[in-house]
């Protein structure tokens, strides 16, 4: 009964880095999420898809990269890390009409 | 421009009492609303949704309000408990498009 798995679970980079998160959901959900999390902002939407190969942006995309190209994953990617880039991150799956399932979040911190 | 909003970031109330958290949006095209509740390092977990077609959904001690006209929308928790402590975060949908958050409220209930 894994439902939405994030992983890693916490990571620290350095400015200029590279990395991937990994977002695995086993509900065959059509819809999936990425989100940020910080102080006083809530919870803003980076990047979304409604299907396998698809991907379109969210309210705060600059700096990432999405893609989907298995229906059970959605990968979040940093090509260049920046500090700004310090956050929660949040994995979310579900369908149109119902809600969405989030992960347990990874905890990034760029330096 | 934030389409939803949560304008208490905080709320504190005394056990067995009712708990009122307020969500206010902008987008007249949103027609799927949710609740969801937050743990310090859990991810947020779903509580109670509806659909603009309605103006009330109750589950148990949760009840969620749709005023469309006003665009607003109110969760009432009866009877508030400790337990239910925790952030609240108001979200929102149109069609198959992105789903939204607000910036949360920190409800703390008394013992």
């Known amino acids: 009964n894994a439902g939405v798995t994030q992983t890693p679970k916490f990571r620290v980079l350095k400015t200029g880095q590279s990395m991937t998160l990994l977002c695995a959901q086993d509900?065959?959900?059509?819809?999936m999420y990425w989100y940020r999390q910080d102080p006083g902002m809530g919870l803003r939407l980076i990047h979304y898809s409604v299907g396998e190969g698809t991907t379109a942006k969210g309210e705060v995309p600059d700096g990432y990269n999405v893609s989907r190209l298995k229906k059970q994953n959605f990968l979040l990617g940093l090509e260049s890390a920046a500090p700004s880039q310090t956050s929660v991150y949040f994995c979310?799956?579900?369908?149109?009409?119902?809600?969405?399932?989030f992960g347990q979040g990874t905890r990034l911190t760029v330096v | 421009d934030q389409q939803v909003k949560q304008n208490s970031p905080s709320l504190s109330v005394q056990e067995g009492r009712i708990s009122i958290l307020n969500c206010d949006y902008t987008n007249s095209m949103f027609d799927y609303f949710l609740w969801y509740k937050k743990y310090p390092a859990e991810g947020p977990t779903f509580l109670i949704s509806i659909s603009s077609i309605k103006d009330k959904n109750e589950d148990g001690r949760f009840t969620v309000f749709l005023n469309k006209s006003a665009k607003h929308l109110s969760l009432h928790i009866v009877p508030s408990q400790p337990g239910d402590s925790a952030v609240y975060f108001c979200a929102a949908r149109s069609g198959s498009e992105k789903l939204v958050f607000g910036k949360g409220t920190k409800l703390t209930v008394n013992p």
């Open positions: 509900m065959n959900h059509e819809y």
């Open positions: 979310a799956s579900g369908e149109q009409y119902t809600e969405a399932f």
